[in-house]
């Protein structure tokens, strides 16, 4: 009769009822390790200060970014610029060399009135 006399203590561990299934892990709360600093920290201040390097840092490594980008478009331009020059100038040559054949051609024809002299 002294154990019925005696309270049954419902918390069996500190967590509360424990399952009694030993497979079973015990859950806690979620860590969560992945954010970042600047929101994990409960100071305001601490976090737009964070915010703010994160900002700049951003910033810088877009500037960087463009300037390459520039730097890029720059060469490709220069480039450009000189095939068309090449392509310009092989054009003209083209030209020259045609109408030096047909200018030899016309004082060939001149020369000797029939196709046979031409030959």
Request: a positive charge.
């Amino acid at each position: 009769m002294s154990s019925v006399s005696q309270p049954v203590s419902l918390a069996q561990s500190s967590n509360g009822r424990a399952s009694g299934k030993p497979w079973k892990a015990q859950k806690s709360a979620t860590v969560r390790s992945h954010l970042p600093e600047g929101v994990k920290t409960k100071n305001w201040n601490d976090r737009m200060e964070q915010t703010k390097k994160a900002q700049a840092i951003k910033k810088l490594q877009q500037e960087l970014k463009d300037e390459k980008q520039a730097e890029l478009q720059r060469r490709r331009e220069t480039t450009l610029e000189r095939k068309k020059a090449a392509e310009e100038k092989r054009r003209l040559e083209e030209a020259k060399a045609k109408m030096g054949a047909r200018k030899a051609a016309r004082l060939r024809r001149k020369a000797g009135r029939t196709k046979k002299v031409n030959h």
